[in-house]
């Protein structure tokens, strides 16, 4: 024997080295299949829940991105855009480029989504155009502004782009209807039509 196993003595047996294991109360046979079964929906519903926030918030950063995009787009166009044409060819042309800035952000045409332009003259109200484009894909001039001129900018004029979304927040055992939007101001940098 080494010195060292000497110096430790004799080795004692554990008061339960009989060769059974302990087991569990016959009462408690199923508890963690019973505490897994309660636990699995709530779970799922934090995942789910997680998974369709993230899409939602992930919408909201798309047609944010898109909106202003489009605005900045509008305050560089001169209005009418090219000889021959008009202030509605000029919304047109914004309304075509936040649409396309948008990607697989909003589908007109196959859900919910809406784009309105609007170019603003707070110091001339015949100059001032809206027009929008809704679930139907088409766009159209509405009967009254689709979007409220903001007053943020003073006597200057701006354009304006609104876009919004529904989206559908689901966690299983619910379903929430969102309406995500987002909305862009810029103060337009060329002469005025």
């Not at 007109?108 to 894909?137: E, H, L, R, W, Y």
Request: proline share 10%.
């Amino acid at each position: 024997m080494s010195p060292r196993a000497e110096s430790h003595g004799p080795a004692v047996a554990c008061p339960r080295d009989d060769g059974h294991r302990p087991t569990a109360p016959a009462g408690d046979a199923g508890a963690s299949a019973v505490e897994f079964a309660l636990l699995l929906p709530i779970f799922l519903m934090l995942v789910f829940g997680g998974i369709y926030g993230g899409i939602a918030i992930d919408h909201k950063i798309g047609i944010t991105q898109a909106a202003r995009e489009g605005a900045r787009f509008g305050s560089t166009l001169p209005i009418p855009p090219q000889p021959g044409q008009t202030e509605a060819d000029w919304l047109g042309q914004v309304l075509t480029a936040t649409e396309s800035a948008a990607y697989n952000d909003i589908t007109p045409g196959a859900d919910s989504s809406t784009i309105c332009v609007a170019f603003v003259d707070p110091t001339n109200a015949t100059n001032t155009q809206f027009v929008t484009m809704s679930s139907s894909g088409a766009p159209a001039t509405p009967a009254s502004p689709c979007l409220t001129p903001s007053t943020s900018l003073g006597a200057t004029q701006f354009v304006q782009v609104d876009i919004g979304r529904d989206v559908v927040f689901d966690i299983g055992i619910a379903r929430w209807p969102l309406r995500v939007t987002s909305s862009a101001v810029v103060q337009y940098e060329r002469p005025g039509p």
